[in-house]
Structure formats: C-alpha cells, structure tokens
C-alpha cells in the first residue's frame, strides 16, 4: 500500500502567512525528504532529517519528524507566491537501495 | 549546465506502438532511477541502476525495459504501448546508491497514448 500520505490535500493562503503540510508514513525509515515540484517541472530536493533527527531547518523552511508517530511536518514561513507549488514527503522505508515511497502530495497556492 | 536532462519533452503516440525515453546526467552520479506519475500526481519508482547495474526493479509490466549504457545515460523502452501507459515520466539520479541523499530529477517527459 502506499507509504506516505500528506495533509491537507490542496491549501491556499495569503503571501506573508505561515504554510503547513503534514505527512505520514507506515513504515520504519532510515530517513525522510521533502521535495517540490513547480506546475510541468521535475521534483527539486528540498531537504532531509534522519530517524534520529526531530528538527531541521533550512532558509524559510522547517521540517519536524515524529517516529514513534511516523509523521513528518513542512513548515513554510512568510510564503511568496513563488512557494506555489505542489510538495511531496517521500521515505526510504528502512531500505537502502535508495527507493523512495512517495506521499500523495499538498498543492500550495500562494495568493499575491 | 549540469543536469538530468530528458528526451524528448512530450511523446503522442497511437496504441501497440513502442517508444524510448532517453535520460542524460552530466553530474556524475552513479546512480539513476525511472519514475512515473500519474494524473492524480501520484510518483512511482519503477527501476533503479547503480553503475549500470540493475539495482530495483518494481512490479512494472515487462513491457517496459530499461537501459543503462553507461553510468551518466538511463534509458526507458515501453513495448506495445497501452492506454494506461499515459503519464509523465521521470528520470532522476543521486551521487551514490542508497538513501542518504536526496535526487536530482529530470523535467519529465508527458507520454500520451491515444
């Protein structure tokens, strides 16, 4: 069954508000990511917590992993419309072939 | 520029026909992977190489079959093309095998079977 699923499915909010996406998985990972992807564009890396890991941060982005919850949150502060995008939490499911289980994805819109 | 670059962009094609997806990395990864994502954008893994080495292989018809010439290229042949083939397919790569990193993906390319 698919690993990963993430909520809420779409969100729309103003430029300068805060974005929150949850996602959640199933099964043991090693590690957990975060990627974006831009209307008719490939998926960009955005970043990476380990199982052992609970916080990380990067620019305007917060990432939070819960293990004994298996869920994982991206937080996107003071978004620009240029944040709209389509975001994806994708696990390694503990393996270490590099085969990533992607969720289903959170549409963002950022409303100018 | 270093990328993963895909050919071609967009692919029309008529049921039963075969088609290639060619995918390119100059970043000098060793390790490259086929995606597929539904209209729902739901992403699927379907093979990964290592080296040229066949390292995942999904429950995927075997209709399809990839390629890996040399490290930098992944190919994708589809045998017989069905209507359920329709979706955008994307190539990506990470610097080694395992998940320890994150992958760099191609832009995709949006095979439709009429």
């Known amino acids: 069954s698919q690993q990963g699923e993430e909520d809420p499915q779409a969100l729309s909010i103003q430029e300068g508000e805060n974005a929150t996406m949850n996602c959640s998985y199933k099964?043991?990972?090693?590690?957990l990511q975060w990627y974006r992807q831009n209307s008719g564009r490939g998926l960009v890396h955005l970043i990476l917590i380990r199982s052992n890991e609970r916080e990380k941060h990067s620019g305007r982005l917060r990432v939070t992993l819960d293990t004994s919850k298996k869920s994982s949150s991206l937080l996107i502060t003071a978004s620009r419309a240029a944040d709209t995008a389509s975001y994806f939490c994708?696990?390694?499911?503990?393996?270490?072939?590099?085969?990533?289980?992607f969720g289903q994805g959170t549409t963002l819109q950022v409303k100018p | 520029d270093t990328a993963v670059s895909q050919t071609p962009k967009y692919l029309v094609t008529q049921m039963g026909n075969d088609k290639s997806i060619k995918c390119e990395q100059n970043?000098?990864?060793?390790?490259m992977y086929w995606y597929k994502q539904d209209s729902k954008k739901f992403l699927k893994i379907m093979f990964s190489y290592n080296n040229k080495e066949l390292i995942i292989n999904e429950t995927v018809p075997n209709r399809f079959s990839p390629k890996s010439p040399d490290k930098a290229h992944l190919n994708l042949h589809i045998n017989s093309l069905e209507l359920g083939d329709s979706a955008v397919y994307f190539c990506a790569s990470t610097p080694r095998g395992g998940s320890g990193t994150g992958q760099y993906f191609g832009p995709g390319t949006r095979l439709t079977v009429l």
């Open positions: 970043l000098g990864h060793d390790t």
């Open positions: 994708a696990t390694d499911g503990a393996s270490n072939t590099g085969k990533l289980i």
């Open positions: 099964t043991s990972i090693n590690n």
